[in-house]
């Protein structure tokens, strides 16, 4: 009954806009895929060469601190550390910290301002709620395509898909957290003559401080969650292993590199929500 209407042509305009995008951006894609790139793997490269034990030692230290003294993180950060390392992973283990740090790092640097200024703005919350939606509905192998062809293969185009899929929830947190912040206290601060900055630094940043957390961790996991996908388009780590695993039926390998995932996903994110507890 439908014949009649003409097939859109969406997958042609999407091509044609990715080209023109791909053209127009080139001198800014092109310094990002060699400087960043190379910054990254410099990082991932140099944090491989810290002698394992001494790694283990600051985790565990940190993972006491933070937990307040408490010693069963610690003895988890321990043996599975150890367990990476006895398993021949350690320097894949370094290479997927780094993806995952990096990604969350640009999502918080990007999302927190955004939820921000979606707490403020009507037209922004109306403007930028339906890109959260697209970008957490979306699913994560369609990151991939623009990803590869605006960075190439490897850790960069890792790292753009993790933060395209892993930004929403801090940008959402962080709007809620400020919006639920007691009228009473802003009306307080208002009635104290403090600027707007005042008043986001110092009442509303502060109060909405655990909801803007339990947003990091969420992004976080979301990017540790992604690196067997960006695995796809070159990125090295637990994820390679994984896939590589995968594409030999290799039941044994793919168990214990996804196990070092999980290892560091527990720890990464005990980590994140006991510092939320302070």
């Not at 185009?157 to 400020?178: C, E, Q």
């Not at 655990?210 to 996991?221: D, E, L």
Request: charged share 15%; no cysteine; aromatic share 12%.
């Amino acid at each position: 009954m439908l014949d009649f209407i003409p097939k859109i042509p969406l997958a042609d305009w999407v091509n044609t806009a990715v080209e023109r995008i791909q053209d127009t951006f080139e001198f800014i894609f092109d310094p990002i895929k060699e400087d960043f790139g190379g910054f990254v793997e410099s990082t991932a490269e140099w944090l491989s060469q810290i002698p394992p034990i001494l790694v283990i030692i600051i985790v565990a230290l940190m993972t006491f601190f933070v937990s307040g003294k408490k010693f069963g993180l610690s003895i988890f950060a321990i043996v599975g550390l150890w367990f990476v390392y006895n398993q021949e992973l350690w320097e894949q283990l370094m290479y997927t910290f780094t993806l995952v740090v990096f990604a969350s790092l640009i999502s918080i640097i990007i999302g927190i301002p955004a939820g921000i200024w979606m707490s403020k703005s009507k037209w922004a919350q109306a403007i930028i709620t339906p890109i959260l939606d697209f970008m957490q509905t979306m699913p994560a192998f369609v990151y991939l395509i623009p990803a590869v062809v605006f960075f190439g293969i490897g850790m960069v185009p890792g790292i753009f898909a993790s933060v395209v899929f892993a930004t929403p929830p801090v940008v959402r947190f962080t709007n809620l957290g400020i919006r639920q912040v007691s009228a009473e206290l802003v009306e307080a601060a208002d009635a104290f003559g403090t600027t707007g900055s005042q008043k986001l630094f110092k009442v509303e940043l502060p109060m909405a401080r655990k909801t803007i957390m339990a947003g990091v961790n969420q992004t976080v996991m979301l990017a540790l969650s992604m690196v067997v996908i960006a695995s796809m388009i070159g990125s090295p780590g637990l994820g390679d292993e994984v896939l590589t695993a995968l594409q030999r039926s290799q039941e044994g390998p793919g168990f214990v590199a996804g196990l070092g995932i999980v290892i560091l996903a527990i720890i990464i994110d005990r980590v994140s929500q006991n510092l939320n507890k302070g």
